[in-house]
């Protein structure tokens, strides 16, 4: 009997162990998979793109489950002004911008000693010469009021389109960085101002033509290819860039960024959507 008692304690006491094994291993597996999972999900890469809401962001908004797909992650920061996006990347708030021509990057790095890179052309966005005064260029009157943009390159290429519009003529060697200090012909004395981009929309109320960015003007609602009085031609040189600190070329996720930005769903959406107000570039 007692040799009885002895064996069903030590069965008793082995199946308690097992059980305990048993539950231990059970609860540890869920929590070495959670694990796992924690560490595939960090695996993703972070990246943020600094753009003007239109149409910067709108165009990186399609890339945004290309590159999820990829393994990273698109942070879009919208801007609305020049300055603050290129400032923002060499500060590296942000890994890239989208906002810009190559002649304003160029400007801007120079003036500013920024190393700063443009790695894509993605679109051209046409400037335009808008007015809600008259209907034609003919109707523009002696002494008119005309806002342009008060950046260096901006600036000359309002003035280049005024030009070329028959408005004013300038200095032959004047380029793209003209000023109204360049203007030798003013047939109809035209008084101009410059003054921030982004506030040109709102000066149509107040002067007989304004040369507004592409940009600037979908934001205000205007169709570039149905308002505008004048506009530049498909050959503008102004591509809009997708733009890297200097020696970021080579980062996985940037190469990632611009091989998306540069894909066939962007082509078609900036085709689609946009109607030939904005032009790929690639």
């Not at 990829?70 to 923002?88: C, F, H, K, S, W």
């Not at 002649?103 to 051209?124: E, G, M, R």
Request: aromatic residues 4%.
């Amino acid at each position: 009997m007692k040799k009885f008692f002895l064996t069903l304690i030590s069965v008793t006491a082995i199946a308690t162990i097992l059980t305990a094994c048993g539950q231990k291993n059970n609860e540890t597996a869920p929590a070495q998979s959670s694990s796992a999972a924690s560490t595939e999900s960090t695996s993703a890469v972070n990246i943020k793109v600094a753009a003007s809401p239109v149409p910067h962001a709108e165009i990186l908004s399609v890339i945004e489950p290309l590159l999820q797909k990829q393994g990273v992650n698109l942070e879009i920061v919208r801007m609305t002004d020049y300055v603050r996006p290129n400032l923002a990347l060499a500060e590296k708030d942000v890994d890239a911008n989208f906002t810009q021509h190559k002649p304003y990057l160029d400007d801007f790095v120079q003036k500013h000693n920024l190393k700063l890179t443009s790695i894509a052309n993605i679109h051209v966005e046409p400037m335009g010469i808008y007015s809600s005064k008259v209907k034609s260029l003919n109707e523009v009157t002696d002494g008119a009021s005309v806002t342009i943009p008060n950046d260096a390159t901006n600036g000359g290429r309002a003035l280049l389109l005024l030009e070329k519009a028959g408005l004013l003529k300038l200095k032959p060697e004047a380029g793209i960085t003209a000023t109204v200090n360049d203007i030798v012909e003013n047939p109809k004395h035209l008084k101009i101002t410059a003054m921030e981009a982004p506030q040109l929309p709102r000066t149509l109320n107040d002067v007989t033509l304004a040369v507004i960015n592409t940009n600037f003007a979908l934001e205000a609602k205007l169709i570039p290819t149905k308002d505008a009085l004048f506009i530049e031609q498909k050959d503008s040189p102004y591509a809009n860039i997708l733009v890297v600190r200097s020696g970021d070329e080579n980062r996985p996720e940037i190469e990632k960024l611009k091989a998306a930005m540069t894909s066939p769903e962007v082509k078609k959406f900036i085709e689609e959507k946009y109607q030939g107000a904005i032009i790929p570039a690639f």
